[in-house]
Nanobody, 123 residues
Framework: VQLVESGGGLVQAGGSLRLSCAAS????????MGWYRQVPGKQRELVAA????????NYADSVKGRFTISRDTAKNTMYLQMNSLKPEDTAVYYC?????????????????WGLGTQVTVSS
């Protein structure tokens, strides 16, 4: 399974971006999926995520009310709508997924990361 992020870029403070993460490859179902971000010298941190089973969402306090996570299960695609962006939102944003994948006739659970997409917010 591959996760491919898109939608990052350069935006002014107060602007918006929409990130996408598409999962593809093989036979699989997604247990949980989320967005993380990382800046140089700091640990990767959770931004927003669907919990296992997709029944609820979690958001970092710093993005509540500004970011919205959503997904299209038919397309195996997750989105992150980011509004009212701030310079402190500047980071590489990564897609993360826990996947139940069919291999050699059996289902196994794997954890995958995308390669990341850069978001830069100028002041």
């Amino acid at each position: 399974v591959q996760l491919v992020e898109s939608g990052g870029g350069l935006v002014q403070a107060g602007g918006s971006l929409r990130l996408s993460c598409a999962a593809s490859g093989g036979t699989f179902s997604i247990n949980a999926m989320g967005w993380y971000r990382q800046v140089p010298g700091k640990q990767r941190e959770l931004v927003a995520a669907f919990t296992s089973g997709g029944g609820s969402t979690n958001y970092a306090d710093s993005v509540k009310g500004r970011f919205t996570i959503s997904r299209d299960t038919a397309k195996n695609t997750m989105y992150l709508q980011m509004n009212s962006l701030k310079p402190e939102d500047t980071a590489v944003y990564y897609c993360d997924a826990e996947v139940r994948e069919l291999r050699s006739g059996q289902y196994f659970t794997f954890h995958y990361w995308g390669l990341g997409t850069q978001v830069t917010v100028s002041s």
